[in-house]
């Protein structure tokens, strides 16, 4: 019984980590549904991990290390390739200039800097009840959220309010891979989830962030993944002096 104990958010671990296993390959093979089911599935696996350790008080070193390891995969090579999908179409151009190699490898640069965050996240001590940078998982549904909404518009060949295949072109792409990959080691705070407090002042952030999100969710449906994300990050900026 003890085993389980111990083990079960472990394997709520490895299972998000299979998951984003599944959903790099559905990805190179252009199945673009099925990886986004994956990506949900390790989403809510990711938060399991965490809350079965805390219930159980089963937290360990050897599961902070497997969280960090599976969340490179999930939601750090999982963007990396999307990005790289997002690319492959341009060849060697961009900004004018033909490159000596694929366009679509630069994808990859969220990979490492989504690696370099992992590391940084588990030798800080200070992200107990906000996040230093944009966390890997958000930065993950972002990158997503666009990639599903431009092959949906590709799939159906429907107008849309956000006409996607005219906007990320290969310079505004490879422009947001290097924001994305400073956000994820910038040092902004990032609200977090966690309640300090349940001081009605004490999260304002979350309680503005929740009731925006909600009204995208309303107006926009799923065409507003990727905008609760900015959101996200502007009300962050905006409440920077509450989060500690």
Known sequence: ?????????????????????????????NDYKTA??????SLVLDFFDGFVARALKSNSNLGVQLD????????????????????????H????????????????????????????????EEQTYYFKGLNTPTNTVFLFGLYF???NQIASNTASFLELNNILNAEVLIVLTII?????????????MKFKSMKLEDNHPKLALLIGGIILLIALGVNAIPFL???YILISLVFQKQLK
């Open 68 to 91: 960090s390891l599976a969340d490179m995969v999930s939601f750090g090579f999982f963007p990396g390739v999307v990005l790289y999908k997002f690319l492959e179409v341009y060849g």
């Open 36 to 41: 986004g089911f994956c990506l949900i599935l």
């Open 149 to 151: 909404l431009n092959q």
């Open 93 to 124: 151009t961009a900004f004018g200039i033909d490159f000596p190699f694929e366009i679509k490898y630069l994808g990859f640069f969220v990979t490492l800097f989504s690696c370099l965050r992992l590391a940084i996240f588990n030798l800080d």
């Open 1 to 29: 019984m003890n085993f389980i104990k111990n083990n079960l958010a472990n394997a709520f671990t490895l299972a998000n980590l299979f998951s984003g296993c599944v959903g790099v390959i559905h990805l190179l093979n």
């Open 229 to 231: 994300v900015i959101y």
């Open 180 to 192: 994305c990959s400073w956000l994820l080691v910038s040092p902004i705070k990032m609200i977090s």
